[in-house]
């Protein structure tokens, strides 16, 4: 499936993975109140990311390798992308699920557009926003690197991607969406809900999944956790579910 960009270029040979969706039961606690569903609210994207996006869209030729790093190293982007796949893919199993797919499928214009809405365009400065998307990235990158062990039974990319994802339920209160409940319960519901509405891949709504009901086989949660203990730091005053 080739990309297009301006200048006629292309990049090929990608291949697309299909996943299900999952759905969780709705609860009555304000966590699942939030604004969770499909007008769930934009996030922010850093200027460096929209600009280096902007930079490749008036190249000839584009590697989508590169493009994709940059924009898994931005939790903002990252939730954009996914989200422009599902409004221009309604059916789940038309719908790419990597972002090298997202990217190819939709173009470098239409993830630009994503990436530059007046709405992700602002709150890039707060230090909360600032700490939120670096622990992210470093979670994520840590995850990858545990999956990449020869015993490890997962898929290296998706583990980065749980890892990145893997406190989106913190956005609410970060952005300024509304709520402050925070237990572990509550947080994984709204987590899996946030997952849902964005579209984002089956490990991530698995990692939920597993947040939610401790007899589920915590193959996600494990990793997740072992990223934190690999980790600089914790998030500080922010709820860390642990299992």
């Excluded at 869209?57 to 954009?80: N, W, Y």
């Amino acid at each position: 499936m080739p990309i297009n960009t301006s200048g006629g270029g292309t990049v090929r040979n990608l291949r697309v993975f299909d996943i299900g969706s999952g759905r969780c039961a709705a609860s009555e606690s304000r966590w699942a109140q939030i604004e969770c569903g499909s007008d769930l609210r934009e996030v922010p994207v850093h200027l460096e990311t929209r600009l280096l996006m902007e930079l490749r869209t008036q190249e000839r030729s584009v590697d989508l390798r590169e493009i994709s790093q940059l924009v898994l190293g931005d939790l903002g982007a990252a939730l954009q992308i996914f989200r422009r796949a599902a409004q221009e893919y309604w059916f789940p199993e038309d719908r790419p699920t990597r972002i090298e797919d997202c990217i190819s499928s939709l173009g470098l214009q239409s993830c630009l557009e994503a990436l530059s809405s007046e709405r992700s365009t602002s709150g890039t400065c707060s230090n909360d926003v600032i700490e939120t998307w670096r622990h992210a990235k470093e979670v994520a990158e840590c995850c990858k690197q545990l999956a990449s062990e020869p015993a490890a039974t997962v898929n290296p990319d998706e583990a980065y991607l749980v890892g990145l994802f893997h406190q989106i339920y913190s956005l609410p209160g970060i952005l300024g969406w509304g709520g402050s409940d925070s237990t572990s319960k509550t947080a994984a519901l709204c987590g899996h809900r946030m997952a849902e509405d964005w579209s984002l891949p089956r490990c991530v709504l698995d990692y939920f999944s597993e947040l939610q009901d401790p007899a589920h086989e915590q193959q996600w949660s494990r990793i997740v956790q072992r990223a934190h203990e690999m980790a600089s730091s914790p998030l500080p005053n922010n709820t860390l579910i642990e299992i």
